[in-house]
């Protein structure tokens, strides 16, 4: 998949649920690890989610 595709769903699933935690983006995305989001948000320089400090 390509790296729009991701932010545009990850962003989707942010409009439909706006208190979808980041390990519910995750499983929708098929994932293996919630810090794939923050992967993909950090490399597209989005700082809407914050990463927790104890992960």
């Known amino acids: ?3 729009t595709n ?3 769903q990850i962003a989707a699933l942010i409009r439909k649920n706006p208190s979808i935690t ?3 983006i ?3 995305l098929k994932f293996a690890d919630s810090k794939s989001v923050y992967y ?3 490399k597209s320089d ?3 989610i914050i990463r927790p ?3």
């Open 1 to 3: 998949m390509q790296y």
């Open 6 to 8: 991701y932010l545009a």
């Open 22 to 24: 980041v390990r519910e």
């Open 26 to 28: 995750a499983a929708e």
């Open 40 to 42: 993909w948000l950090e």
């Open 46 to 48: 989005i700082h809407g």
């Open 53 to 55: 400090l104890f992960a």
